[in-house]
């Protein structure tokens, strides 16, 4: 009999239980993870040059004077008298000349402290639950903010913010693997993370990806989109400006490349009515209708240029995935204007999701990966779990923090295709 295979189960015999599964605490044989986080859970910073021109004459004030934090500042966006300044300076402008976005002219704005774990807003539990099987901010985990008004564009249209993140999203991952014994990474990804990590990987050769990416986990992912992406474009999406007029929460949401990446898709969404109205209905295959019944035909060229192309298939990235969901919570599906057409306040129609997410866009990529020869997909759903219950829901942490450990423990991959698609049961003792 081998003998190394004895010594083996004595070594783990040995170990006391101390809940560690990614390693034994040393960091000596961890595998690197890196955190892409989702919609507003990076921090911006701006300042604001003479080029800026102020609605009104107090948002002025921070003109020449230095960085201030943007995103999140709790205090202006409730202040009445600070929250449209807030909007005006988080507005984008679609350059259709340059076919790209960029800032309202006179406000620079940074992502600060990139490749920290610092740099995450609401990712803290989390984060802790991960320094305590061993991991070390920038040694061993390391977190990829981004400025989430932005988004990346298909081959042959300009997307200067996009390409940056991207560019660095890659820097990123290769050090975290070159300050690891050269260990591929884990990547975990949040909700709109999940879209950019997926179209980040693609854009990859794949000898990279299976060189540096050893396992991709997704919370959440949005890769169809969902419903309220439509109605955040005709109501105006809610940033938590109580104080801001209706208009120009509409113009703010319509000024983000990113509002229409959360457009529900044509290839998920398929003929589902979304948003109906007295006159009309429309699907995920009528955006190019909707933008212009809601008044807002800017967005057609960038929709059908830069964003549909993006996602009209969901090929699987051939590194293994692990996706993590909530599912059984009322999730908005269907969005009624009454008389007052889109000047009114829609009835809401609930269907399956994790309350924002609908169960078609989350388990998207279930449908079109299976059968696919090389790609390992594992799921697990989490009956209600929220959107942001990872960060928050005890159990739902101690299941994100197994599934990611698991990710990260060296496996022979099988030759075959595997989904394990199981529900867990949640344990209100835990
Ligand atoms: C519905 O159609 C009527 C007349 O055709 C028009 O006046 C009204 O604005 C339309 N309403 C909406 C919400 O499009
Ligand atoms: C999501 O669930 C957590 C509990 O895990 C709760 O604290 C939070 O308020 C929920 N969020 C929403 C939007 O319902």
């Not at 429309?282 to 019944?293: D, G, Q």
């Not at 007052?340 to 989350?362: A, K, R, T």
């Not at 990260?408 to 698609?421: F, G, R, V």
Request: hydrophobic residues 40%; aromatic residues 10%; proline residues 8%.
């Amino acid at each position: 009999m081998d003998l190394v295979p004895l010594v083996a189960v004595a070594v783990l015999l040995s170990l006391p239980m101390r809940g560690r599964c990614c390693g034994g605490g040393d960091g000596e044989e961890l595998h690197p993870i890196v955190l892409v986080p989702g919609y507003g859970s990076s921090r911006l910073d701006a300042r604001l040059t003479e080029a800026y021109e102020p609605a009104a004459p107090r948002c002025g004030a921070r003109v020449g004077k230095g960085w201030f934090e943007l995103w999140p500042n709790h205090a202006t966006t409730q202040d009445p008298n600070l929250a449209p300044c807030f909007a005006e300076e988080m507005t984008l402008v679609y350059d259709a000349v340059a076919d790209d976005y960029r800032n309202a002219a006179g406000v620079v704005t940074t992502v600060p402290s990139f490749a920290s774990t610092l740099s995450l807003i609401g990712w803290e539990p989390l984060v802790r639950q991960l320094e305590a099987e061993g991991y070390r901010d920038e040694d061993s985990i390391f977190a990829a903010p981004y400025d989430f008004r932005y988004a990346v564009a298909p081959r042959g249209h300009p997307s200067a913010e996009g390409a940056r993140y991207f560019g660095d999203l890659a820097r990123l991952i290769e050090r975290a693997s070159r300050l690891n014994g050269g260990r591929p990474a884990v990547v975990v990804a949040h909700s709109y993370g999940c879209a950019l990590t997926y179209q980040f990987l693609l854009s990859r050769p794949l000898a990279w990806r299976r060189r540096f990416v050893q396992h991709t986990v997704f919370l959440a992912p949005a890769l169809g989109g969902f419903a309220e992406g439509m109605n955040g474009l005709s109501t105006g999406a809610d940033y938590g400006l109580l104080n801001v007029p209706r208009p120009q929460r509409t113009k703010l949401a319509r000024s983000m490349q990113s509002s229409l990446w959360r457009l529900p898709t044509p290839m998920v969404f398929g003929d589902r009515p979304v948003v109906v109205t007295k006159n009309s209905t429309y699907s995920a295959k009528n955006i190019v209708r909707f933008l212009e019944a809601i008044g807002f035909p800017e967005g057609v060229r960038p929709y059908v240029t830069r964003v549909l192309p993006m996602w009209q298939a969901l090929p699987p990235p051939m590194v293994p995935v692990t996706s993590l969901y909530g599912v059984g919570l009322r999730t908005p599906e269907t969005f009624v204007y009454g008389e007052d057409g889109f000047e009114g306040i829609p009835e809401v129609v609930y269907g399956d999701g994790d309350g924002d997410i609908n169960m078609v866009s989350l388990a998207a990529i279930e449908t079109e990966w299976s059968g696919v020869e090389d790609q390992i997909l594992k799921v697990v759903r989490l009956p209600s779990v929220n959107h942001t219950g990872f960060f928050t829901d005890h159990s739902a942490l101690k299941k994100v923090v197994a599934e990611i450990c698991e990710a990260a423990a060296t496996i022979e991959l099988p030759q075959e295709n595997k989904i394990l698609s199981f529900a867990e049961r949640r344990y209100s003792a835990m």
